[in-house]
């Protein structure tokens, strides 16, 4: 499936039409390939004969036809992304152009590329490590400050440099340990084993540091979940309209307009944040609305913002009783809090100022409270000011070393457990080859990281997600 013998060919820009678009030829015949259907300028010889990383004006011919003027880059392996030859041909971004270009080099002999496969490449020829690679797509999905800093950490090896600290370490002591096996019945000890017991101690430490990360690499990377809750009608959808600049939910007089959770994503200053608009709460016999409602508590326990959105025209006692039902649930009380005023149009200054300092008698803890107009967008501003600054705790560092990933998460956890078991195995006497077999299997997980140790479903799983000429 992975045949490196192969010469393989991709679009690499996206589909559609262009100023330009990039075409891609990378393998060990892809100079050969490439010089097949492209004319250099005359007297400068042909393109295998050029030294690597230069760049050459050609012509493309199809037939007797001149297809299209292009510049090729030229990268001689192992300096190229994939570790390959490599000629990279931009072309006129005309989809008529770049879908004959292709077809050209695989009528010379190169083959379509498979999604991923040059990043694959890059994989299997020691440029990148599975860290690196995933980091590549992530890059390639940052859409905000945060995602692409932390995207581009990993790509240059921060995690990498972290988990392969702890790997040098602990192969240190597994071998001791190991030598103690080899002498059978003699009673020695080549590990320290107060040494050993503090790496362990250290190593479990870092190993639930990087574990906890990924809360925020996953906020980071998905945006910060903000629930949009109150009772009905108090105008939660119109407020996701106004935030997110866009028709998305149906807003209407009617109470109980929203059945089913709507979520989009918005960007304030770089930071994305995931809008969750929910059903409003209030008691029903609809069954349908009931669901709606029991699915606005679990996205209530999600959130890591919420939204409460208030009618300024409700009644005390209304949204006391509102504030201690949702206070009830254990979770909601580790959210930060926004109380949003809504339909401040509909009330005299005098009135919403009366309004405001009652609600502020309610929430007394603390909550932002923010008279708005989600139908005139008054006070909007204010409201994005406050969703940034609540949601403070997202700013990272460049060199901060975060999770994003389920599959780094998932081995953490493991390596994590088979170091837990080796210092319980340490405080109760274990012998010696159990406790090197715990720290090996730490050894292998921390391993399937960084793509040390891997076998074709993980490599399968991680490539199906790039796109076909990356
Ligand atoms: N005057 C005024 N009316 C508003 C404002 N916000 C919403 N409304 C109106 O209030 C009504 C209910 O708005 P929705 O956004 O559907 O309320 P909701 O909270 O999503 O309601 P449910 O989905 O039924 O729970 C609609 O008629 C809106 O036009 C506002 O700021 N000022
Ligand atoms: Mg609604």
Redesign the pocket.
Known sequence: MYSKEDTICAISTPPGRGAIAVVRCSGPKALEIASGIIRLPAGKGNLPDQPANTLHFCNVNDGEQLLDQVVVSLFRKPHSYSGEDTVEISCHGSPYIQKRILELLVESGARMATAGEFTMRAYLNGKLDLIQVEAVADLIASGSTAAHRVAMNQMRGGFTREIKKLRDRLLTFTSLVELELDFGEEDVEFADRRKLKELLAEISDVLDHLKDSFVLGNVIKNGIPVAIV????????????LLLSEEK??????????RDSIEDVISIRGIHFRLI?T??IRHTHDEIERLGIEKTWQKINQAAVIIQ?V?AKSEPDEIVRFRNQIRALPEAREKKWIVVL?????LSPESLHKFHGMVEKIYSDNEEIIP?????GTNLPRLEETLIRVSGAVSTDENDVIITNVRHFDALGKALTSINRAQQGMASGMTGDLLAQDIREALYYLGEITGEITNDEVLGNIFKNFCIGK
Do not use: C, R
Not at 230 to 241: C, F, H, V, W, Y
Not at 342 to 346: A, E, G, P
Not at 372 to 376: D, E, G, L, P
């Open positions: 109150g009772k009905t009608n108090a105008g939660k959808s119109t407020l996701l309209n939910a149906i807003v209407s007089e009617i109470a109980g307009t929203t608009d059903a409003g959105v009618d809504n339909k401040m149009d509909l708005v107009s989600a139908k005139t």
